[in-house]
């Protein structure tokens, strides 16, 4: 598994980025994918997760209704769509694989990807 996110930015309050993250590995099936971010002197914090179908979902309550998390297998990429951008959304954002159930913790995440700086501005 060799994740690369990408898609980050600056982009003022209430505005929108979408973030991706491909597989460039082999071994992209039956995944639960997960987004996770990390602000400067704090841990780091689940986002949205989704399963392998894209049937089960879950979101943290700070981004419910403003993000949506969306895969394509036949690309092996994953997608977090954010809109209402606020200041607090701002850290770099991370994406991980895990075979299994879906699990909010950033410890039941083997693979991660290198992460892409969000910085949302007042």
């Known amino acids: 598994v060799q994740l690369q996110a990408s898609g980050g930015g600056l982009v003022q309050a209430g505005g929108s980025l979408r973030l991706s993250c491909a597989d460039s590995?082999?071994?992209?099936?039956?995944?639960?994918m997960g987004w996770f971010r990390q602000a400067p002197g704090k841990e780091r914090e689940f986002v949205a997760a989704i399963s392998w179908s894209g049937g089960t979902t879950d979101y943290a309550d700070s981004v419910k209704g403003r993000f949506t998390i969306s895969r394509d297998n036949a690309k092996n990429t994953i997608y977090l769509q954010m809109n209402s951008l606020k200041p607090e959304d701002t850290a770099v954002y991370y994406c991980?694989?895990?075979?299994?159930?879906?699990?909010?913790?950033?410890?039941?995440?083997?693979?991660w990807g290198q992460g892409t700086q969000v910085t949302v501005s007042s």
């Open positions: 991980a694989a895990r075979w299994g159930p879906l699990r909010t913790a950033p410890s039941e995440y083997r693979y």
């Open positions: 590995g082999r071994t992209f099936n039956n995944n639960v």
